[in-house]
């Protein structure tokens, strides 16, 4: 039961970080890329990838963790189960939509790419605070 509370303090942790950091993403940092200049998108993107790395690598890594052991204690749970389709869907839309809009940003602007980025990102924006609510209302439950 013990490795339960902590597998679960350490998804909850996580996870709530990763809400907090997209929200913040998704409403103040990335509409901001709008306004950084054709000549210096390429080391304002390489800035920031490198920056964020350092914030938002360590509890996504933790998230899949802690979900895989969570999933070993709670093969059946239900709401374990759409929490662990929400982090699918998160780490599919990181990986296939907005890396590779990054990956342009890294050598020019594009509006479009800037567009896309944003709007790609509500998946990520939504997901992860649903997921959160899945995972609390599991933890409430048991």
Known sequence: MESLNIFFT????????MVAIILFVQFVHYP???HVDNEHMP???QNH?????????????TE???YILLLTL???????????????????STFFLQVPCHQ???ERKELTTIKKLNQTNYIRTIL????FILLLTLYIQI
């Open 43 to 45: 080391l304002f993107s």
């Open 10 to 17: 350490l998804q909850l942790l996580s996870n709530f970080w």
């Open 32 to 34: 901001l890329f709008y």
């Open 74 to 92: 709670l093969p059946d749970s239900f709401l374990l189960l759409l929490s662990g389709i929400c982090l699918f869907f998160i780490w599919g």
């Open 128 to 131: 992860w605070p649903i997921k």
């Open 49 to 61: 990838q490198s920056r964020i790395s350092f914030i938002v690598i360590p509890p996504m890594i």
């Open 64 to 66: 899949v963790i802690s």
């Open 104 to 106: 342009i940003l890294l």
